[in-house]
C-alpha cells in the first residue's frame, strides 16, 4: 500500500486546512514508527492509542486536542457530543457530522445482532446518475481525497469542495503522487443494488 493519502492526510493539517488528522493501522502497515516519523517531518505532534483489532495515529500541531481527542475517542460517554467534538477537530462538514450522529444509532442496533451495517454503502446507494469525480471515490482500491463520510456523493458541496480541494493540494504537492492516486481512482463501483458508478 502506498503512502499518498497518508502523506495528503497529514498535509492537510500541516497546512491548517485541518487541526487534527487520524490515520488507522492494520497489522503494522505500514508501520505506526514509519508514519511518526513522516508526521514529525510535517512538524506534527503524535499520539497514538490500541482499540479493537488496530492502531490509530493522531497527528496535529496542537498537543491539547491531541489529548482531548484521544480522550474522546477511548472513553466517550456521550457520543453524539463526542462526535461532534471530533468533527470540528478535523474539520468535518457539519452536515456529515450530524449525518453519521444521526446513523449511529442504527449502526449500533445492527451491531448488537451481528449484522454489518456499512453505511459508506448505504450512502452511494442514494446516487441517482452512474458517474462521479475520481475525488470522490473512498471505496477499497481507492485513494481517499476527503476523510470523512459524506453524507451525499452527489448533493454535499462541502465535501466536494474539500476533496477538489485536496486534489488540487497534492498536486501542487507531488504531481507524480497525484497522478498515481487520481489513476489509482479510475475505476467502476458495483453497488448492492446491481448499478454500477465509474469514477471519471
Known sequence: ?????????????????????????????????????????????????????????????????????????????????????????????????QYFIDNLQHKLEEKKKNKNYDLMQETILGVKGDELPYWLNTFPGGNKFFFHLTCSYEGCKKTREIAERNSELMKKYDLADWERMRGGNLTTLKLEDGREIRFV
Open 1 to 97: 500500500m502506498e503512502n499518498y493519502e497518508n502523506i495528503l492526510n497529514m498535509l492537510t493539517v500541516a497546512q491548517d486546512l485541518r487541526r487534527l488528522g487520524r490515520i488507522e493501522i492494520f497489522d503494522n502497515r505500514p508501520s505506526l514508527s514509519d508514519l511518526i516519523g513522516m508526521a514529525e517531518g510535517f512538524g506534527l505532534k503524535t499520539s497514538h492509542y490500541y482499540i479493537n483489532d488496530r492502531t490509530d495515529l493522531l497527528f496535529s500541531k496542537d498537543e491539547e486536542i491531541l489529548e482531548k481527542a484521544k480522550d474522546l475517542h477511548l472513553n466517550a460517554t456521550e457520543p453524539v457530543e463526542s462526535n461532534r467534538t471530533l468533527g470540528g477537530f478535523y474539520n468535518y462538514p457539519e452536515c456529515c457530522v
